[in-house]
């Protein structure tokens, strides 16, 4: 387990890359790529969204895009900090929560679509963590992941697994059907000087 899946050292390490956050992510999570991962989802503008791990709120900006409301979820209050000072702390169309992505404070089969970007590898447990999405989804409710991808070096596959959860395909589809997702797909993106940095993996939840 990489040093960052404690939460404890997640919320501590955003504490200090909030007050830089917005300034450093497009030059590893930009519009383009945000732009392509939302390609991946089916929307209707009525639709319930869940934006698990919302950060400073880039990807549920995105979101605004496609669907009327979004709710907003983040362990870290210093990045839900920024997020206020951009969109208001209370006012729809964005609904902010504190929480955790494995005890998620929402009601069985809430939501339409949950989305995921830079979050999955902080998660302690992401089996656990994506059974919990699973049981807030609706039946037949859509589900995107967005994470790390897998380095190929040798070298710079044990610095990823020091630091932090990296993932592909292969442990993509382990994880995502053990928490009982179906219809497990993936694709790949990232900035121009990395195309294959991140890996997006959809898939429904049981009808």
């Known amino acids: 387990m990489g040093i960052l899946e404690n939460k404890a050292r997640a919320r501590l390490f955003y504490k ?4 830089v956050y917005d300034r ?21 503008s ?10 400073t709120g880039f990807a549920t900006e995105g979101l605004l895009d496609h669907v009327e409301e979004v709710y907003a ?20 169309p964005i609904h902010f929560h504190r929480g955790d992505a494995e005890r998620l404070p929402f009601a069985s089969d809430t939501f339409d679509v949950v989305w995921s970007s830079g979050s999955i590898e902080y998660w302690p447990n992401p089996i656990l963590a994506l059974r919990e999405i699973r049981r807030v989804l609706k039946p037949g409710g859509q589900v995107l992941v ?12 044990r610095l990823a697994d ?12 382990r994880m995502f059907k053990r928490a009982g997702f179906e219809e497990v797909k993936h694709a790949f993106l990232g900035p121009s000087y990395n195309t294959d940095a ?8 049981p009808k």
């Open 16 to 19: 200090y890359l909030s007050t």
């Open 24 to 44: 450093v992510n497009p030059f590893i999570w930009n519009e383009e790529m945000r732009e392509d991962a939302l390609s991946l989802l089916e929307f209707d």
């Open 46 to 55: 009525e639709m319930t969204v869940l934006d698990l791990g919302c950060g």
């Open 73 to 92: 979820l983040d362990q870290s209050s210093h990045q839900l900090e920024q997020a206020y000072a951009k969109f208001g702390k209370r006012a729809p």
């Open 146 to 157: 967005v994470g790390p991808n897998y380095p190929d070096n040798v070298l710079a596959q």
């Open 162 to 173: 020091s630091i932090m959860l990296f993932y592909d395909e292969y442990e993509a589809d």
């Open 198 to 205: 991140a890996i997006t993996t959809i898939g429904r939840a």
